[in-house]
């Protein structure tokens, strides 16, 4: 193996770069996950992530990376047979419907062309024809991470509201939490779906539940199999500090660190960050002459951007080049987007300058590949940051 000076720039859009202060945390001597002192930390912690949901309902954090946080969500919830409505936004919200069907549950799938957040109107409509409430739960996808469009989660709501139906309502946040605007009480979500990896700035590992009083109601009544992730013995266990089963000691370490730096940045201060970061983004793409996926500019993503190549362009032979040249890694396109597409993640520990760094990694890229593109692209972005940079308001916890 070649030493490669320098750092690696992984701007995928999760795994993100884990800061080096959440780094230095993870790094001590595991404890007594059943002592004093890591009691005290676990109650700092379920307290802190309280404002990262916005919520006053308990957060439940699992050993496990988003796809069991999903799990949990429909287990603790649901009987066998049950219908859920999904939307397929895009490979991560069909991954969700795969396992629903997996585990006995009937999916009624509205398609989309992947180019959109779920629309409100179909949901509403969908609900009102639903006159039996056969629906027990509307699960949807908060921040396509395959695609890089967000849904309208408040607007989703008011959807299920005016059908006047009572299904639970469950949110995948694992690519928008910490990143993007999300409001778990306000918009009268169920259970939300999380995990470390992305806006958090933790690696892989953690993976969270949100539960609302009706979703923990609906938890006595429900039957499909569960025991690792029952939120009833983990709620009983979290009220003291402590966990049901051996907790990821380290990585809560990592999270209790993450938790304050969040808090000192201000959550006003991370979202305008990456609103901001995600507009100089797409500066660029539109610089390049290029096309982002996302085709509602409403539902733009702020974590991530989606780029088409040109047609006759092969985007991992882009990424693959970007990688071996400058030593960054870009998203590569997912399920049906496979080749079509490269992702930029501008999420989590990132900053102006991590951002100049990417884009023009991606713009040297285009000419080495070969791609058709216009200059400029890197020029519009850095245009935009200057002219949109402001002293940054820290806020001390
Ligand atoms: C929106 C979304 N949902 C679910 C997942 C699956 O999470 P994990 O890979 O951590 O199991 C991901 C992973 O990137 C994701 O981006």
Same mark, same amino acid.
């Given at each position: 193996?070649?030493?490669?000076?320098g750092?690696?720039f992984?701007?995928i859009?999760?795994?993100t770069?884990?800061p080096?202060? #959440?780094?230095?945390?993870?790094?001590?001597a595991?404890v *007594?996950h &059943?002592?004093p !002192?890591? $009691?005290?930390?676990?109650?700092e912690?379920?307290?802190?992530?309280?404002?990262?949901f916005?919520?006053?309902?308990?957060?439940?954090?699992?050993?496990?990376s988003g796809?069991g946080a999903w799990e949990?969500?429909?287990?603790?919830t649901?009987?066998?047979?049950d219908?859920?409505l999904?939307?397929?936004?895009?490979?991560?919200?069909?991954?969700w419907?795969?396992?629903?069907?997996?585990?006995?549950l009937?999916?009624?799938?509205?398609?989309?062309d992947?180019?959109?957040g779920?629309d409100?109107?179909?949901?509403?409509?969908t609900?009102?024809?639903?006159?039996?409430?056969a629906?027990?739960?509307v699960?949807?996808v908060h921040?396509?991470?395959s695609t890089?469009?967000?849904?309208r989660?408040?607007?989703?709501?008011?959807a299920?509201?005016a059908?006047?139906?009572?299904?639970?309502?469950? #949110?995948?946040?694992?690519?928008?939490?910490?990143?993007? *605007?999300? &409001?778990h009480? !306000?918009? $009268?979500?169920?259970?939300?779906?999380?995990?470390?990896?992305?806006g958090l700035?933790?690696p892989p590992?953690?993976?969270?539940?949100c539960?609302?009083?009706?979703?923990?109601?609906?938890?006595?009544s429900?039957?499909l199999?569960?025991?690792?992730?029952?939120?009833?013995e983990?709620l009983?266990?979290?009220?003291?500090?402590y966990?049901?089963?051996?907790?990821?000691t380290?990585?809560?370490y990592?999270?209790?660190?993450?938790?304050?730096?969040?808090?000192e940045?201000g959550?006003?201060?991370v979202?305008?960050r990456?609103?901001r970061?995600?507009?100089?983004?797409?500066?660029?793409v539109?610089?390049w002459?290029?096309?982002?996926?996302?085709?509602?500019?409403e539902?733009y993503?702020n974590?991530?951007?989606t780029?088409?190549m040109?047609?006759?362009?092969?985007?991992?032979?882009?990424?693959?080049?970007?990688?071996?040249?400058?030593?960054?890694?870009?998203?590569?396109g997912?399920?049906r987007?496979?080749?079509?597409?490269?992702?930029?993640?501008?999420?989590?520990?990132?900053?102006?300058?991590t951002?100049?760094?990417?884009?023009?990694g991606?713009e040297?890229?285009?000419?080495?590949?070969?791609?058709p593109?216009?200059k400029g692209?890197v020029?519009?972005a850095?245009e935009?940051?200057t002219?949109?940079?402001r002293?940054?308001?820290?806020?001390?916890a």
């Amino acid at each position: 193996m070649t030493y490669k000076s320098g750092r690696h720039f992984l701007q995928i859009p999760g795994p993100t770069n884990v800061p080096d202060r #959440v780094l230095r945390a993870i790094d001590n001597a595991t404890v *007594d996950h &059943r002592g004093p !002192e890591f $009691g005290t930390m676990t109650l700092e912690i379920l307290e802190g992530l309280k404002s990262v949901f916005q919520t006053k309902q308990p957060v439940i954090i699992y050993p496990a990376s988003g796809t069991g946080a999903w799990e949990a969500a429909l287990v603790n919830t649901l009987s066998p047979g049950d219908r859920v409505l999904m939307v397929e936004t895009g490979h991560f919200a069909s991954l969700w419907n795969k396992m629903a069907t997996r585990l006995g549950l009937s999916v009624q799938l509205v398609a989309t062309d992947w180019r959109r957040g779920v629309d409100p109107a179909v949901v509403e409509e969908t609900l009102k024809q639903d006159r039996e409430h056969a629906i027990k739960a509307v699960c949807v996808v908060h921040n396509e991470t395959s695609t890089g469009c967000t849904t309208r989660i408040g607007a989703v709501r008011r959807a299920i509201d005016a059908a006047g139906h009572p299904a639970l309502y469950m #949110v995948d946040t694992i690519s928008s939490l910490a990143s993007i *605007d999300y &409001r778990h009480d !306000e918009w $009268g979500v169920d259970v939300t779906v999380a995990g470390s990896q992305k806006g958090l700035m933790l690696p892989p590992g953690l993976s969270f539940n949100c539960v609302s009083e009706k979703a923990r109601k609906a938890s006595q009544s429900a039957k499909l199999p569960r025991s690792y992730w029952s939120w009833d013995e983990m709620l009983a266990n979290n009220k003291t500090g402590y966990f049901p089963y051996t907790p990821a000691t380290n990585l809560l370490y990592g999270l209790h660190e993450a938790l304050k730096m969040l808090h000192e940045e201000g959550f006003a201060n991370v979202f305008a960050r990456h609103a901001r970061h995600a507009e100089a983004t797409r500066r660029a793409v539109r610089g390049w002459g290029l096309e982002i996926l996302c085709t509602v500019p409403e539902e733009y993503s702020n974590s991530l951007t989606t780029v088409m190549m040109p047609a006759g362009h092969d985007a991992d032979r882009l990424r693959k080049m970007i990688l071996e040249a400058y030593d960054m890694s870009l998203g590569t396109g997912l399920g049906r987007l496979a080749g079509k597409v490269f992702r930029i993640g501008h999420l989590g520990d990132f900053n102006d300058l991590t951002l100049a760094g990417t884009l023009a990694g991606v713009e040297m890229g285009l000419e080495l590949a070969g791609v058709p593109h216009k200059k400029g692209g890197v020029l519009a972005a850095f245009e935009h940051l200057t002219a949109s940079a402001r002293a940054p308001s820290r806020k001390v916890a």
